[in-house]
């Protein structure tokens, strides 16, 4: 059983980095493939970054590539989201997710992809 929680969200400046972790408090996280997306209100959820089960493979939105970085420790059940030069558009409710990709080692980006979710953390960026 798979239940997230989020942590690490905030108030900060543009420019600044903010890190946020999901950890899991079931026996099964290092098989699963993890994501983060996040949600404005009125908008749907916006895929930002995945990893896969083993932590070889990630991929990141257009929108954060290049200034995002996901990460896991499976011995922790913890998935991280490193966030640097944030931007006043990154506000938004960050939310963790874990799917069920095995055997497959891939990263899934598409929000139906993902079983299970948890509550989210505010991440608010100011100018």
């Known amino acids: 059983q798979v239940q997230l929680t989020e942590a690490g969200g905030g108030l900060v400046q543009a420019g600044d980095s903010l890190t946020l972790s999901c950890t899991d408090s079931?026996?099964?996280?290092?098989?699963?493939?993890l994501g983060w997306f996040r949600q404005t209100p009125g908008n749907e959820r916006e895929f930002v970054a995945g990893i896969s089960y083993s932590g070889r493979k990630t991929d990141y939105g257009d929108r954060v590539r290049g200034r995002f970085n996901i990460s896991r420790v499976n011995a922790a059940n913890t998935v991280y989201l490193q966030m640097n030069r944030l931007k006043p558009e990154d506000t938004a409710v960050y939310i963790c997710?874990?799917?069920?990709?095995?055997?497959?080692?891939?990263?899934?980006?598409?929000?139906?992809?993902?079983?299970?979710w948890g509550q989210g953390t505010q991440v608010t960026v100011y100018s």
């Open positions: 079931g026996t099964t996280f290092s098989t699963f493939g």
């Open positions: 997710a874990a799917a069920m990709t095995l055997p497959w080692d891939r990263v899934d980006v598409r929000e139906d992809e993902y079983y299970k």
